[in-house]
C-alpha cells in the first residue's frame, strides 16, 4: 500500500513540474527561443566596429554567436582556406561551412538550407556599404558569392536595393 501511495505522489510531482515548466514558457517566451537560436562561431578583429554590428545582426536573426577576437585574421583564413581575392574584415564558420565578411543571415540560412554540393562557404569581398553591419545610406549594390576549394565563385544572392 505504501508503494501505491509513494507511486501516486512521484506522478503528481511529476505532472505538476511539467505543467510548471510549460507555463514558465508562455509567460516567458524568449527561454523557449533562446534554446532555438543556431549556433555560430566568428573570428574579428577585437578593434573592428562594423564586426561587432554584423554579430549584432546574427543575434537579431535569430544565431548565437560564439566570438573569438583575434589580431591573426590571416592565420584564421589560412586556417579555413579562405583564398586572399575573397577576404574581407571577419570570418565565421558554421555547419561546415565558411562565412567571409556581412554576409545576411538569411543567406546563411539559405546556405544550411541547401547544403549545395562543391560549396565551402560565402563570402562578400572587401567591405560593401550597405551590407549588414556596414548599414551605410544610400543603399549600394553588393554581390553574396559562394566558392569552392578552388577559390571558384558563383553569384549566391544578389542585392540590388535596400
Known amino acids: 500500500m505504501n508503494d501505491t501511495r509513494t507511486d501516486l505522489i512521484s506522478r503528481r510531482a511529476a505532472v505538476v513540474g511539467i505543467a510548471s515548466a510549460a507555463l514558465g514558457l508562455l509567460l516567458r517566451p524568449e527561454a523557449a527561443t533562446a534554446q532555438t537560436k543556431t549556433p555560430i562561431v566568428v573570428y574579428k578583429d577585437p578593434n573592428c566596429g ?14 548565437a554567436p560564439s566570438v573569438t577576437d583575434t589580431g591573426n585574421m590571416t592565420a584564421i ?5 579562405v583564398p586572399a581575392k575573397l577576404t574581407s574584415c571577419h570570418t565565421a564558420v558554421i555547419g561546415g ?7 545576411p543571415a538569411g543567406d546563411i540560412r539559405k546556405l544550411l538550407t541547401r547544403k ?32 569552392d576549394a578552388a577559390g571558384n565563385t558563383t553569384v549566391f544572392s544578389q542585392y540590388d536595393r535596400g
Open 50 to 63: 562594423c564586426c561587432h554590428e554584423w554579430v549584432d545582426h546574427l543575434v537579431a536573426n535569430g544565431f
Open 77 to 81: 583564413r589560412t586556417r579555413y582556406k
Open 116 to 147: 549545395p554540393k562543391g560549396v565551402v562557404g560565402l563570402t562578400i569581398p572587401g567591405m560593401p556599404a550597405s551590407a549588414p553591419g556596414m548599414d551605410q545610406k544610400p543603399f549600394q549594390p553588393y554581390t553574396v558569392l559562394s566558392f
Open 97 to 103: 561551412y565558411v562565412i567571409e565578411g556581412h554576409i
